[in-house]
């Protein structure tokens, strides 16, 4: 599997700030197509009537579109049928919208903690669900948005896997990917309280948490590379798990491994910005006629203004198409492509950016264009 390392380059971190620094290290990118992660041994993750929490940081990069940007962290098939799903932590409750929840299911019964509002997509979101004896509870950025009585439910026990970013539906057809950011999985093996949250959210955990089981940490998933730990025997592709359990996962697809600068933003919130560079893959892929293609240019405060090209090119190599050239302040960008008049097939877009000192990055992706 191809992974792709995108370093800060000649960026500096000069600011020292009076307050701790968030040091988030990397996290993984999804594209939306094909890109996932499973966790096959997941029978420590099945918790009946016991306690539990989940928790992580997601950047959705496009919105909930007919069920595709909807799961998050999950042991769930499908609500169509009931009996068959354990939990999910989602980033939407159904095929349109952006509003995350926290669901269980026992038996054929399900319970949904959910928020009242939209998280916003191409922001950082921290999400956590949690079983706290007679109720599941939703937290969104450390607040509680919805607590929901279950009474003495005990959670199925289906058998499972884990999975990021990813539905498993038995039928192929019906497999939904999410295009995200993601960071810092976490799983707890009690309630974890808000002040729990909070004053853990921010940083990466110390080995006072995942070096030992009684700190309640039983699978710790931060995305600093992908490796060869042996899991299918497939390469460097796995995801370590630092918690004192190990169970490591294997990636699926081609999700790239980012790095990230961690800054103050408003409010002392230690939460991260945007990620340095990234070229999105185009949505949706395969297209007819039109695609979007988002791309993020880095914060260099050296080169407040950067020069962005953005083209497509045929398998030939030849140029079709400019979508972009012209100098950008650093942000998240979206570009629509329309590939009417252009022969179906494979396509190539690739983004150029340069900055006044002289620091590069490019990078190639591949797009369907159908007829």
Not at 258 to 265: G, Q, T
Request: glycine share 8%; net charge negative.
């Amino acid at each position: 599997m191809k992974t792709i390392i995108l370093g800060l380059g000649i960026v500096t971190l000069l600011l020292n700030f009076l307050s701790a620094q968030s040091q988030f290290g990397n996290v993984l990118s999804t594209d939306g197509y094909e890109d996932y992660v499973i966790v096959s041994n997941a029978s420590d993750y099945s918790f009946g009537q016991e306690d539990f929490t989940v928790e992580f940081w997601v950047n959705k990069r496009m919105p909930t579109i007919n069920w595709t940007n909807t799961y998050g962290i999950s042991k769930w098939n499908t609500g169509s049928n009931p009996g068959s799903n354990e939990w999910t932590l989602n980033v939407s409750t159904s095929d349109n919208n952006n509003i995350p929840c926290f669901s269980i299911e026992s038996g054929t019964t399900r319970y949904r903690a959910e928020s009242p509002e939209n998280i916003s997509v191409l922001t950082w979101t921290h999400l956590a669900g949690v079983r706290d004896s007679a109720y599941i509870k939703l937290y969104v950025n450390g607040n509680i948005v919805d607590s929901v009585n279950v009474g003495d439910a005990i959670i199925n026990n289906a058998g499972r896997e884990l999975m990021f970013l990813f539905h498993d539906y038995q039928n192929p057809a019906l497999h939904f990917y999410t295009q995200a950011y993601i960071d810092e999985v976490r799983i707890w093996n009690y309630a974890r309280s808000l002040n729990q949250l909070k004053s853990t959210m921010n940083d990466t955990l110390g080995p006072e948490y995942y070096s030992t089981l009684e700190s309640g940490l039983i699978g710790y998933w931060r995305f600093e590379q992908l490796e060869d730990l042996g899991i299918n025997s497939d390469g460097n592709d796995d995801v370590n798990d630092y918690s004192s359990m190990q169970n490591h996962a294997d990636t699926y697809g081609n999700p790239i491994i980012m790095s990230w600068i961690s800054s103050d933003i408003q409010n002392d919130d230690n939460r991260r910005t945007n990620p340095t560079y990234c070229l999105g893959q185009n949505y949706p892929n395969p297209f007819n006629p039109n695609t979007i293609i988002s791309y993020t240019v880095g914060a260099i405060h050296e080169s407040p203004l950067q020069t962005v090209q953005l083209s497509v090119y045929n398998v030939l190599g030849q140029k079709v198409r400019t979508l972009v050239d012209e100098q950008k302040s650093a942000g998240v960008y979206h570009v629509t492509f329309n590939g009417s008049g252009l022969a179906g097939g494979i396509y190539f877009y690739q983004i150029k950016i340069l900055t006044n000192h002289g620091y590069k990055f490019t990078q190639t992706r591949k797009l369907i264009l159908i007829k």
